[in-house]
């Protein structure tokens, strides 16, 4: 009696074996749930951050001075300022309006941000005030030498929470997703500010707030004077280009742009090699403060230090009202 030969059909010749193929074995299975759990953690933190960040109470709840008054640009309308202060920390920090206001006799408003939310949300401010109000006779903006210099070191707190408080949701996440790490940080941190907050009470900065509106913009930190530099890397030369596309962006018949460059201390490591490089670039000199004028990071001012540097940007205004 002749066998015929066993066929194997196509199907079960090519069928994998178990936990090979399109199946998951039961000790991949594991793995791939903790792969995704690794997604979801930040994510989860991340989505859970966001309105936190959009409280009210966020701005004081993160201890933050600087967040304080970071929707200050965005709720005013129909103040008309003459002239309209804008540019990073060194400014808001350093220029008194009421003190411009007191030597050129024009209304001022300073509506500089921190630099990492000049960087991350652009001028937005700015564009969204000047929509707002009449144009300013006089625009000035000034910045410290690391903005001149477009240094790109700058995903940080204050400017991730203006991203997510005045960008729509899409435009924030889009941004946050190109810097996972840091954005997953700053969840972390805007979630673990709140709950001490809640446990421990915001930090006080009552007296802060009140300088700030008493000088319409300006704040000084609660902060001793240095005595020393604290930032030993030196300053890069400006990127002139950035400058130059600034100014004619925001020139016109209405409006005067000056750009300045912020003061440094004595102590800075390079001040001397780097003023030259400015030239052409800022409207003034780079100016050169004794180091006790600073009082964080060597470059935000003490009150002497702001009453200095506001008489002379009122002086500057003033010379380049005559000189037109």
Same mark, same amino acid.
């Given at each position: 009696m002749v066998h015929e030969p066993t066929v194997i059909p196509p199907a079960a010749a090519a069928a994998p074996e178990a936990g090979q193929g399109g199946t998951i074995s039961g000790r991949q299975l594991p793995h791939r749930i903790y792969a995704l759990l690794l997604l979801l953690i930040p994510a989860f933190f991340l989505l859970a951050s966001i309105p936190i960040v959009r409280s009210a109470a966020f701005p004081v709840a993160s201890g933050d001075p600087f967040l304080l008054n970071a929707d200050y640009p965005y709720g005013l309308k129909h103040v008309d300022c003459a002239?309209?202060?804008?540019?990073?920390?060194?400014?808001?920090?350093?220029?008194?309006?009421?003190?411009?206001?007191?030597?050129?006799?024009?209304?001022?408003?300073?509506?500089?941000?921190?630099?990492?939310?000049?960087?991350?949300? =652009?001028?937005?401010?700015?564009?969204?005030?000047? !929509?707002?109000?009449? /144009?300013? #006779?006089? $625009? @000035? +903006?000034?910045?410290? %030498?690391?903005?001149?210099?477009?240094?790109?070191?700058?995903?940080?707190?204050?400017?991730?929470?203006?991203?997510?408080?005045?960008?729509?949701?899409?435009?924030?996440?889009?941004?946050?997703?190109?810097?996972?790490?840091?954005?997953?940080?700053?969840?972390?941190?805007?979630?673990?500010?709140?709950?001490?907050?809640?446990?421990? =009470?915001?930090?006080?900065?009552?007296?802060?707030? !009140?300088?700030?509106? /008493?000088? #319409?913009? $300006? @704040? +000084?930190?609660?902060? %001793?004077?240095?005595?020393?530099?604290?930032?030993?890397?030196?300053?890069?030369?400006?990127?002139?280009?950035?400058?130059?596309?600034v100014r004619a962006e925001y020139s016109s018949g209405r409006t005067r742009v000056i750009i300045n460059v912020g003061p440094v201390p004595d102590c800075t490591v390079n001040a001397a090699a780097i003023a030259p490089t400015l030239a052409g670039v800022t409207d003034n000199t780079l100016p050169i403060y004794p180091v006790d004028l600073f009082c964080d990071l060597d470059r935000h001012l003490t009150p002497r230090g702001s009453e200095r540097l506001s008489r002379e940007i009122g002086e500057q205004i003033m010379a380049n009202a005559a000189g037109r």
């Amino acid at each position: 009696m002749v066998h015929e030969p066993t066929v194997i059909p196509p199907a079960a010749a090519a069928a994998p074996e178990a936990g090979q193929g399109g199946t998951i074995s039961g000790r991949q299975l594991p793995h791939r749930i903790y792969a995704l759990l690794l997604l979801l953690i930040p994510a989860f933190f991340l989505l859970a951050s966001i309105p936190i960040v959009r409280s009210a109470a966020f701005p004081v709840a993160s201890g933050d001075p600087f967040l304080l008054n970071a929707d200050y640009p965005y709720g005013l309308k129909h103040v008309d300022c003459a002239i309209v202060i804008y540019g990073d920390s060194s400014a808001i920090t350093g220029i008194d309006p009421t003190i411009i206001e007191r030597i050129t006799g024009l209304k001022t408003c300073n509506i500089a941000q921190a630099r990492s939310a000049l960087e991350i949300a =652009g001028m937005h401010a700015l564009d969204l005030y000047l !929509q707002n109000n009449a /144009a300013p #006779r006089y $625009l @000035l +903006l000034q910045f410290t %030498p690391e903005t001149l210099a477009r240094d790109r070191d700058f995903f940080w707190p204050e400017g991730l929470t203006l991203l997510v408080r005045h960008k729509s949701l899409p435009v924030a996440l889009a941004m946050m997703m190109s810097h996972p790490v840091k954005s997953y940080e700053f969840s972390i941190w805007a979630i673990k500010m709140r709950l001490q907050a809640l446990l421990d =009470g915001p930090v006080d900065f009552s007296a802060t707030e !009140q300088t700030f509106k /008493a000088k #319409r913009g $300006l @704040l +000084l930190l609660p902060k %001793p004077a240095q005595t020393s530099c604290v930032n030993q890397r030196a300053v890069a030369p400006p990127v002139s280009s950035w400058t130059r596309q600034v100014r004619a962006e925001y020139s016109s018949g209405r409006t005067r742009v000056i750009i300045n460059v912020g003061p440094v201390p004595d102590c800075t490591v390079n001040a001397a090699a780097i003023a030259p490089t400015l030239a052409g670039v800022t409207d003034n000199t780079l100016p050169i403060y004794p180091v006790d004028l600073f009082c964080d990071l060597d470059r935000h001012l003490t009150p002497r230090g702001s009453e200095r540097l506001s008489r002379e940007i009122g002086e500057q205004i003033m010379a380049n009202a005559a000189g037109r």
